[in-house]
């Protein structure tokens, strides 16, 4: 059974910085394409990156890009969502989620996803 489990989200200041993680368990990734998704109260989910699991390959939503970074560990089976320069319009609870194929930024292509991880930013 697959199993995402994330964790690191917490209270911040604005400026801050977090750096989240997602352990994944039991089946082999690197065929997946894993991805952070995050949701903040009464909006829509938002994708935020993507990392392809193989090849390292990273992708960003244009709003995240120079404060976001994402990565990989493959011998910790644990992929990592950096986060600097924090603002509060950041807070949200994140997500981690993984897929075989499909639109990268569209959750509906996504087979399986964490519980999530509040992150919050104070002004």
């Known amino acids: 059974q697959v199993r995402l489990v994330e964790s690191g989200g917490g209270l911040v200041q604005a400026g801050g910085s977090l750096r989240l993680s997602c352990a994944a368990s039991?089946?082999?990734?690197?065929?997946?394409?894993m991805a952070w998704f995050r949701q903040a109260p009464g909006k829509e989910r938002e994708f935020v990156a993507a990392?392809?699991?193989?090849?390292?390959?990273?992708y960003y939503a244009d709003s995240m890009k120079g404060r976001f970074t994402i990565s990989r560990d493959n011998a910790k089976n644990t992929m990592y969502l950096q986060m600097i320069s924090l603002k509060p319009e950041d807070t949200a609870i994140y997500y981690c989620?993984?897929?075989?194929?499909?639109?990268?930024?569209?959750?509906?292509?996504?087979?399986?996803w964490g519980q999530g991880t509040q992150v919050t930013v104070s002004s």
């Open positions: 990392i392809n699991w193989s090849t390292g390959n990273t």
């Open positions: 989620a993984a897929t075989g194929g499909g639109i990268m930024w569209k959750g509906e292509s996504y087979d399986y």
């Open positions: 039991g089946r082999t990734f690197s065929s997946y394409r």
